[in-house]
């Protein structure tokens, strides 16, 4: 509750400082407008990490949920990769290469020793 409070005054603050840089700007006073420069690099208040809410969330949260989607999105990324490399590996062997990786696979797990589990 207190760091919505903060995030409040900070908004409000920063934005009265901008809303009083723009009107000098308008007016075109060159003496005030340099004063509004000078208020707002001087009087920006910018908090630190800690007091910051995104969305009405701490930032430390908001930066992990952020790293959590690129992560998942990295991950689908890739897995959708690999899985059109094996249907292209798959579509690029010719019909013999794939019948003799079958009749392979076949006779490795006919050779295996049957009943070897057997008490």
């Known amino acids: 509750m207190f760091r919505i409070l903060v995030n409040k005054i900070n908004s409000y603050w920063n934005q009265t400082n901008f809303w ?4 000098a700007v308008k007016i075109n006073i060159g003496w005030l407008v340099s004063l509004s420069v000078w208020f707002y690099d001087r009087m920006h208040w910018t908090l630190s990490n800690k007091w910051q809410l995104i969305g009405d969330k701490p930032y430390d949260k908001y930066m992990l949920e952020y790293e959590l989607y690129i992560a998942q999105h990295q991950v689908r990324y890739y897995a959708n990769l690999a899985y059109e490399y ?3 590996l798959i579509e690029a062997m010719s019909d013999d290469e794939e019948s003799q990786l079958v009749y392979d696979e076949q006779t490795k797990t006919e050779k295996q020793p049957k009943g070897s ?3």
């Open 117 to 119: 589990n057997e008490g």
């Open 86 to 88: 094996q249907w292209a």
């Open 20 to 23: 009083f840089h723009d009107m």
